[in-house]
């Protein structure tokens, strides 16, 4: 390895390590949740976030977009959301006679995309066209979108009515589905004793987030990624776990190569968050569930019996023997 690409690594693994220590001053008991979303965005991926109303989904990443210092915008997706509610539309201007482009709010750098399961089809459909083409095509004519844009869209895991939830080869399009838990005891005083000081969640300058990188940097560590160091048998023990997963019995549907590929990325981007050039097993197993858990299907036997996705997930790992 070059000194420079040496150095490129640990500059990358030094802005991480600012972002991360910046978005703990307001998230609060969530750090593998931190970590997870910036490993998506160091992947340039997108990311689904899943948890209960009020554990900090939207404050994490209005956080992150402080310490970016870019563009972050918030679509509420409601049943009655259209395609043209999210890409734009071409609006006739009777001054000139001509058409004017009106942006959409996908027009950013980060975008929320709240209870994404609650909008139809045909509308998730148009942002997950965005996201894996990175433009957005209005009446034919495509539009570049930012070179960060990256989508961290949310769902309620215990409100089914009105909802229309992501088949699964929607979900395959998110790097990560991240789980948000509720915070624990200490932590969870922590944000009660930050409001009574005076700094509500809803108030996010108050709580001086510094910004640490541009969206120039952002793309400058995403390039340092690809000089994280991979041997042979942690590649090895990353096909062998994926292909596990279309050989269970309780999996109707196990993960794709694309599953292997994002376990992969997200690994290395583990390792380089952890101020190393080089991937462990530790980081493949540590980033296994929220890469591939909902690249899975399970059986209606499986689910009958209560048979989760990380239960399937651990049961691979021991029958894997792990690369030294």
Known sequence: MTDALTEDLKQAGYGLKAIRAELTKVIFGQEAVIDQVLITLLCGGHALLEGVPGVAKTLTIRALAATLSCRVKRIQFTPDLMPSDIVGTNVFDLSNSTFRLHSG???????????????????QSALLEAMSERHATIDGVRHQLSPIFTVFATQNPIEFEGTYPLPEAQQDRFLLKIAVPYPGVTAERAVVESVHRGHPPDRLDARTIAPVLTTDQVVQLRAALPGVRVEGPVLDYIVAIVRATREQESVLVG?????SIYLLSSAKARALLQGRDFVTPDDVVA?????????????AEAEIAGLTRAEVLRGILNKIEVPR
């Open 255 to 259: 993960a794709s190569p694309r599953g």
């Open 287 to 299: 980033m296994l569930e929220p890469v591939l858990g909902h690249r899975m299907t399970l059986t």
């Open 105 to 123: 709010p996908i027009f950013t750098d980060l975008l929320l995309a709240d209870e994404i399961n609650r909008a139809p089809a045909k509308t």
